[in-house]
Structures are given as C-alpha cells and as structure tokens.
Nanobody, 124 residues
Framework: QLQACGGGLVQAGGSRRLSCSAS????????VAWFRQAPGKEREFVSA????????YYGDFVKGRFTISRDNDKKTVYLQMNSLQPEDTAVYYC???????????????????WGQGTLVTVSS
C-alpha cells in the first residue's frame, strides 16, 4: 500500500517536497515512480527511482527542477520539486512495481500499486 502526501498551494518559483510511504516487505525490490494528472489531461510520467541501485529517471519537462530519492529504511520515496510553475499544477500519484525492467519505468500500465494522489497547486 502506498500513501502520498505533501501537496498544497505554492507560488510560482517556489518548492514543494512530496513523500510516498509504503507498507509491506521488500520495499527495496520496488521501482517507485511519480506520475501526475492535470485537469482534462492524461496521467503523465514525472520521475522514477529504480529498485536496488536507485537509478533515477525524469520526464523531459522536469529539466533539472525535480529530484527523486528513496530511503529504504523508512520505505519512503521523496520528490523534491523546485522552480514550480503553474503548469505543474496537478494531482501527483506515486506508484510502485516490483523488479520493473528499465525499459518500462515511465509506463503507468506496468505499475500495479498506486497511492491516492496529492494535489499540488501552483499559483502565478
């Protein structure tokens, strides 16, 4: 089970850190990702951190603004978001998949565990 939190209202140019906490065993074996969905748009890939070695991946629009990290002892993945813009407004979801192949890190259909989502609103 995954629980996402940390959303809220932030001004353009500001920062926000999201957290995704997991329950259960073998967290280290899961690739954990963040996706987001803006009103009227498809859910899109934001970032992922691979199981084990912790290789990180980012969507093209991130452009160095976001940083994903994981703490396996706490079973938590973080998404630090800086230089937020109004177009970053969305519900952010965390998702997890066990031993996910590198080719599929940005494909939501391969993630079988999803958190409830946390809303990030960026005001201009």
């Amino acid at each position: 089970q995954l629980q996402a939190c940390g959303g809220g209202l932030v001004q353009a140019g500001g920062s926000r850190r999201l957290s995704c906490s997991a329950s259960g065993r073998a967290f280290i074996n899961y690739t954990v990702a963040w996706f987001r969905q803006a009103p009227g748009k498809e859910r899109e890939f934001v970032s992922a951190v691979k199981y084990g070695v912790g290789t990180t991946y980012y969507g093209d629009f991130v452009k160095g603004r976001f940083t994903i990290s994981r703490d396996n002892d706490k079973k938590t993945v973080y998404l630090q978001m800086n230089s937020l813009q109004p177009e970053d407004t969305a519900v952010y979801y965390c998702a997890a998949a066990s031993l996910l192949h590198d080719d599929y890190y940005n494909a939501k259909r391969y993630y079988n565990f999803w958190g409830q989502g946390t809303l990030v609103t960026v005001s201009s």
